[in-house]
């Protein structure tokens, strides 16, 4: 079956550190992988995805890269802030089928210190 | 203001006392779905609906009901709550043209 590994967290940086949050997945045909974020005590917001391979999906800042040789979405920032501490969860939608269940990955905590 | 809102947000109860988790959502989308989140787990997939009075189980649905009589609403109901179902529970919803989901606060609930 589908699934998805994302590196243990937590991860603690300091403000305006780079940031690297790996995720691998395992599926059949071509998924559209997703990245999303909950903050505390909210629920999950969608923060970027992508829906073929090579695609870049980018938002805030953070951004990940579709890549099929390795079946790979890490997600990325060039610069944390306090304000990007958070939960972040790797997910993918197999294609086709009816059911546009997401399969996630455990979550990553993020703390950034200023 | 697009959402989707669950209620309640918190409950704790006992074992073996029915509850409901409603669901709600004002953007007409056809498909919802609830998961759970546990420590170390992720999320998992609990039920789906893809539209009205359509529904189907996920991945972990056991102790777990769901209806779906009306568009915006997909409740759901543990008809003999146990401990093994306390949980962080989100409610999500999208629209059949575009792969945004978009889930609920969450509603902790504790069975004790």
């Known amino acids: 079956g589908n699934s998805v590994t994302q590196m243990e967290g937590p991860v603690t940086l300091s403000e305006e550190a780079f ?3 790996n995720c691998t997945y395992t599926a059949t045909g071509y998924p559209s992988l997703f990245w999303y974020v909950q903050y ?3 629920g999950l917001q969608l ?3 992508a829906t073929k391979a090579d695609d870049k999906g980018s938002n805030k800042g953070f951004e990940a890269t579709y890549r099929k040789e390795t079946t790979s979405f890490h997600l990325e920032k060039g610069s944390v802030q306090v304000s990007d501490s ?3 969860f790797c997910a993918l939608r197999e294609s086709g089928g009816s059911n546009y269940k997401l399969t ?3 979550g990553t905590l993020l703390t950034v210190n200023p | 203001e697009a959402q989707v809102t669950q209620n309640p947000r918190y409950l704790i109860t006992v074992t073996g006392k029915k509850l409901t988790v409603t669901c709600s959502q004002n953007m007409n989308h056809e498909y919802m779905s609830w998961y759970r989140q546990d420590p170390g787990l992720g999320l998992r997939q609990i039920y ?3 539209n009205v009075e359509v529904t189907d189980k996920g991945d972990v649905p056991e102790g777990y009901k769901v209806s779906r009589k009306e568009k915006r609403n997909f409740p759901l ?4 709550p146990s401990p093994n179902q306390t949980s962080l529970y989100f409610c999500a919803s999208k629209t059949g043209t575009r792969d945004t ?3 609920g606060p969450g509603t902790r609930l504790t069975v004790l």
Do not use: D
């Open chain 1, 47 to 49: 923060l970027l995805k």
């Open chain 1, 86 to 88: 958070a939960v972040y």
């Open chain 1, 40 to 42: 505390p005590g909210e």
């Open chain 2, 48 to 50: 789906y609906s893809m």
């Open chain 1, 104 to 106: 996630f990955g455990k």
């Open chain 2, 77 to 80: 109901i543990l008809e003999s």
């Open chain 2, 101 to 103: 989901q978009y889930f």
């Open chain 1, 19 to 21: 940031l690297t949050i």
